[in-house]
C-alpha cells in the first residue's frame, strides 16, 4: 500500500499534457519587467537606477529584513524605468524594466555545466549564501528560503523532506526538472543538509511519474542518508503538513511549523536553486515554467528568466488558442486566473495554464445542500461550508473560533461542491478579515 | 367542595402576598439607579440602531448623550439637527447646528467611460473581487460593481444602476450614517456637507494613478493636472497622490474649476443649467484645452466604438492583437528552426 495522508483529499483529472518535454531554453525578450515584490515578507528597497547598466545576475532589489529576498537582473542591458506596472495579482506594483542587450553574465557566476559535488561552504555561509542569492520557495508560495533553514536555538530538525510531489493537475515543471537535474539536485539536497544539520532526507513522489521515482532512487543510491518515497496520488500531498503526513506520519500542530515535529521541508525545485546559489555562485533569476492546457498547441516546459512576459510564453506554446477562456498563473487548483496577459513571470510562476472557454466558467452559485462533501474532502479537517456561512453573516470570531487560519487554500472544498458554491473565496475573505482582527488584538 | 375553593384562594393569597413583601424589599435592596433621561432621550432618537453615531445602538448613544457635557461631540445622522436640538432640549443644554451630510460616489467609470478588460465570475462580493484583483478595468481604484454598498445600506437610500454599473445615492433617502463608507474595499464614499441648497462640487475619482495610465484606463479619470488647483480662488483645492481634492468647508461653489477640468472629473450637483452669461465663460474654458485634447478625444471614441464588441469576452481584445503577433512570431520561430 502507497502512503499518502490520510484526512480528505481529492484526485482530479491529471492532464499532464506537457509530461516527458524537454526543458526548452527562450530566446531572450526584448524587455523585462521585473517586480520588486517577488516573495512573502518586507518590501525590497531598489538599488539601480533609471538609464544604469546592469548585468545577468546583478543585485537589483535589496531584502528590506530578515524575511524578504534580493532580486536579481535576470538579464543585461539598460534600465529604462521604474515604474508602477501591472502584475500577476492584477494591481500596479512597482517593477524595475530592463531594455536587453547582450547577454553578459556577472563574472562570479560559474556557467560550466560540470557537476561540482564538494560542499566547501560551512554551515553559517551556506545559510547567508542563500540568502544573498535571493532564493525562496520554488513551490509557489515564495517563501524565502533562509528563514526556513536558519533553525532558532532550542529547536533541532530531524528530517529535511524534498517536496517532489508536483500534486497540481497539468503541471510538469518539477517532474521534468528532477528527470534532467537529478544529480544537481542531490547535490542541492546535500547543501541543505548542512545547513539545517540534519541526517535524513526523504524525497516523496508521486505515483504518477514512476520514471523520475526510478531515476532518482537509481541516483540517490549512491547516498546512504536520502531515500525515496513513493506516495498514492492525492491533491493537495503538495502542502508540507500533509506530505510531512504522509512519508513520516507526524502531525503538524494547528498553528505551528514542520519544525515543531523535527521537519524541514524545501520543494524540489528550490533545491536545485540552492545547488545553483551555493555550488554556482548563480542568484535566482531564472526557473522553469510549464506552459500548458488541452487546446494548447504545444504544451511545453520552458527556461525563463524572470520578468518575461507571459505573451512570450503563450506564444512560445503556439500561440493563445482560439476557445481560451482563461489564463491562469500556477496550476489549476490553487493558480490565479490572470485579468490580462501581459504580466510578467515572477519567481513563484511554476505554470501558465490555459482553459478553454467552456471549462473556464463558474457556474452559478446555488444553496448548500448539506451533503458534508466539503468537510470529508478538506484535509485540514476543517468545514468549509460553516466558515463560507460564518463568513457571510460577519461572524468572524465563529469563523477565528472555527480555525478557519488552519485552511491552507488548497480548494478542494469548492473543487468538490456539487451545488458549486465560491467555498474558498469566502474562506480566504473570512481568514482576511481574521488576520486583522489578530493583529490588532497583537497590538493592543 | 366550597372548602376546597376557599382554601386554594386564602392559600395562593397568602404566598402572594408574602411574595409580594419580600420582592419589595429585594427590589429596594438591589435597587439600580438609572437616569430617567436616558429613557426620555431614547424616545426622541430615530430608533434606526444604525450605529452611525459610533455607537452599536440608540440607546447606547442615549446613554452617551446624558453622561457627557457637550453635546457638540455627538451627533445622530439619521435624526439630523432636528433630533439633536430635541435632545438638547431633554438634557436641557444647547447644541449647534450642524451641517448636515450625505454619502458621494467618488468614482465615475460607468461601463461607457471605462473599458472593461476581463470579467469576475465568482461570489458577487466586492471585497472578495478586491482582494482577488485590481478589477475588471485597468483602473485599480475604482468602483467594482458588485453592490457591497447597496447591501450595507439600511435606509434604501441606494441602488445600482444598470445601465453604468455604478451603484447612486438617494440624496433624501441618505442619512449619511457611514455604513457604506465602512463596506467599500476601495474606499469610494465619502460622507461631505449637502451644502446650500444641495449644491455641491467634488472629485468624482480616486484614481492616484500618473496622468497617462489614469485616462487610458477611464476617460473621466483625475489625471491631477493641477488646472483645478491653479483656477479656484479660494484655495479649496489641493493636489496629492496625482488627484486633486476639494474640501467641501472651503469651496465657495464657483464652479470655475468644473469648467477647466479637461476630463470631466469633477462634477457639480443641484446646480441649474448655466445661464447665458456663464454659457460664454463655458464655452471658452472648454475651447481653450479643447485644441489639445481634440486627437485624445477622437481616439478614445474609436477606443468607445471598438470597446462594446471586446467587452462581453474576456480574452477576446487581447486575442486580436496575439492573433497577429502570433503569425509574426510563427515567421520568426521557423527561421530559428
Known sequence: MLKTFPVGGVHPPENKFSKGKKIETLPLPKTVTIPTGQHIGAPTKVVVSRGDEVKVGQLIAQAGGFVSANIHSSVSGKVKKIDEVFDSSGYRRTSIIIDVDGDEWMETIDRSDELKKDITLSKEEIVKKVSEMGIVGLGGATFPAH????????????????????????????HQL????????????????????????????????????????????????????????????????????????????????????????????????????????????????SVTGKSVKQPSNYMVRVGTSTDVLIEAAGGLPEDAGKVVSGGPMMGKALSRTDVPITKGSSGVLIFKEEESKREAINPCIRCAKCVTVCPMGLEPFLLMTVTEKQ?????????????????????????????????RLGKSEVAKIIRQRNQK | MNDVILYTIITL????????????????????????????????????????????????????CVKTDDLGSLFCPVGGNDCMSDVASVLGQTVEAKEPQVAVLLCNGSSANRK???????????????????????????C????????????????????????????DACTACGACVEACPKDLFQLRNKGKKSKRIYVSCMNTDKGAPAKKACDVACIGCSKCF?????????????????????????????????????????FPLRKAKPAKKEGEAVAKPAPKAEPKVDLVEKAKEAAPK????????????????DNNKDKSSNEEK
Open chain 1, 147 to 174: 528563514v526556513k533553514l536558519s533553525i532558532p536555538d532550542g529547536k533541532k530538525a530531524e528530517h529535511l523532506v524534498i517536496n517532489a510531489v508536483e500534486c497540481e493537475p497539468y503541471l510538469t515543471a518539477d
Open chain 1, 178 to 289: 528532477m528527470m534532467e537535474k537529478g544529480e544537481e539536485i542531490m547535490v542541492g539536497i546535500q547543501v541543505l543538509m548542512k545547513a539545517t544539520n540534519v541526517s535524513k532526507t526523504i524525497i516523496g513522489i508521486e505515483n504518477n511519474k514512476p520514471d523520475a521515482i526510478e531515476h532518482l532512487t537509481k541516483i540517490a543510491s549512491n547516498y546512504s542518508n536520502i531515500e525515496v518515497v513513493a506516495l498514492k496520488v492525492q491533491y493537495p500531498q503538495g502542502g508540507e503538513k500533509q506530505l510531512i503526513k504522509a512519508v513520516l506520519n507526524r502531525e503538524v500542530p494547528s498553528g505551528g511549523l514542520p519544525l515543531d515535529v523535527g521537519c524541514v521541508v524545501q520543494n524540489v525545485g528550490t533545491a536545485f536553486a540552492v545547488y545553483e546559489a551555493v555550488q554556482k555562485n548563480k542568484p535566482l533569476f531564472e526557473r522553469v515554467v
Open chain 1, 395 to 427: 461572524n468572524y470570531e465563529k469563523v477565528e473560533e472555527e480555525r478557519a487560519m488552519d485552511c491552507i487554500e488548497c480548494g478542494s472544498c469548492s473543487y468538490t461542491c456539487p451545488a458549486t458554491r465560491p467555498l474558498l473565496d469566502y474562506i
Open chain 2, 13 to 64: 393569597g397568602g404566598i402572594g402576598a408574602v411574595s409580594a413583601v419580600i420582592l419589595y424589599f429585594v427590589a429596594q435592596k438591589f435597587k439600580v439607579f438609572e437616569d430617567p433621561r436616558i429613557d426620555e432621550v431614547e424616545e426622541v432618537l430615530p430608533s434606526a440602531n444604525c450605529g452611525g453615531c459610533g455607537y452599536p445602538g440608540c440607546r447606547n448613544f442615549a446613554e452617551a
Open chain 2, 116 to 142: 472593461r478588460t476581463s470579467e469576475f465570475d465568482s461570489a458577487a462580493n466586492c471585497t472578495i473581487a478586491a482582494n482577488t484583483y485590481g478589477g475588471d478595468t485597468d483602473c485599480t481604484h475604482g
Open chain 2, 144 to 171: 467594482l460593481g458588485l453592490g457591497e454598498c447597496v447591501d450595507a445600506c439600511g435606509f434604501d437610500a441606494m441602488y445600482m444602476d444598470e445601465e453604468t454599473g455604478l451603484p447612486v445615492v438617494i440624496e
Open chain 2, 230 to 270: 491653479k483656477e479656484c480662488k479660494f484655495d479649496a483645492i489641493t493636489m496629492a497622490n496625482n488627484k486633486a481634492y476639494i474640501d467641501y468647508e472651503a469651496c465657495k461653489l464657483c464652479r470655475a474649476c468644473v469648467a477647466v477640468c479637461p476630463t470631466g472629473a469633477i462634477h457639480e450637483i443641484n
Open chain 2, 310 to 325: 471586446a467587452e462581453p469576452k474576456k480574452e477576446e481584445a487581447p486575442k486580436a492583437e496575439e492573433k497577429k503577433e
